[in-house]
């Protein structure tokens, strides 16, 4: 089946730092989403992504759908402690897999004050 | 965004046992996901469930082991038959709003003894 590939697995960052974590897959994703989990909660979606090449904000984050479809980045600027949990990104591939998600393994930060 | 319930938020049960989670969200959709977060993994999804239809299960999981049912466009329940130890897991509804969006639920933290 699909896989993502999500790295880093996990980043010890300074308050203050970027972030930039990526996914990448072997096969083609039509749709891109990028989630946040806090501890003890549900995933909250950040971002999402739609046309190979898309560049979108959402105030200090920043992600970019692949031209090719089969990655994804996510970059995180002037980290802050809030900033701490799991990120994930999933995607959607065409055709039959119409709102099925397929999640990568997540990237856990820790910012560090 | 949407507001998502689930009922229980967590429970502890003895193995051999069925517990029923319940989603409720705040307005109609068509498309709603049930997803499995192991301990410290990403999320899987289970089944879809359409309202009107049976659910769609994904390889490895079924319906016996995880009945799902879909009786309007704003709740759904996935019970958790004869549980053992492997099924504690965090379990998680979504829906899919337009653009491929999709939400989460708090999600229902299991552990079965």
């Known amino acids: 089946g699909q896989q993502l590939n999500q790295s880093p697995q996990s980043m010890f960052i300074q308050e203050g730092e970027d972030v930039s974590m990526n996914c990448t897959s072997s096969s083609i994703f039509n749709t891109w989403l990028w989630y946040k989990q806090d501890p003890g909660e549900g995933p909250v979606l950040l971002i999402a992504l739609y046309k190979a090449g898309e560049l979108t904000s959402n105030g200090r984050l920043t992600a970019q759908f692949g031209i090719t479809r089969k990655d994804s980045f996510l970059n995180i600027s002037a980290s802050i402690p809030s900033d701490v949990g799991i990120y994930f990104c999933?995607?959607?591939?065409?055709?039959?897999?119409?709102?099925?998600?397929?999640f990568g393994q997540g990237t856990i930060l820790t910012v560090h004050p | 965004s949407a507001v998502i319930s689930q009922k229980p938020s967590r429970d502890i049960c003895q193995r051999g046992t069925s517990l029923t989670i319940q989603c409720q969200v705040d307005s109609q959709v068509t498309m709603m996901f049930w997803y499995r977060q192991q301990p410290g993994q990403s999320l899987t999804l289970i089944a879809t469930?359409?309202?009107?239809?049976?659910?769609?299960?994904e390889s490895g999981f079924v319906i016996d082991k995880f009945p799902i049912s879909r009786p309007n466009l704003t709740f759904s329940t996935l019970t958790v038959s004869n549980m053992s130890p492997e099924d504690s897991s965090i379990y998680l509804c979504s829906l899919a709003r337009s653009y491929n969006e999709q939400f989460f639920g708090p999600g229902t933290r299991l552990t079965v003894l």
């Open positions: 469930a359409n309202q009107g239809s049976e659910a769609t299960y």
């Open positions: 999933a995607g959607i591939a065409g055709g039959t897999s119409y709102g099925k998600l397929t």
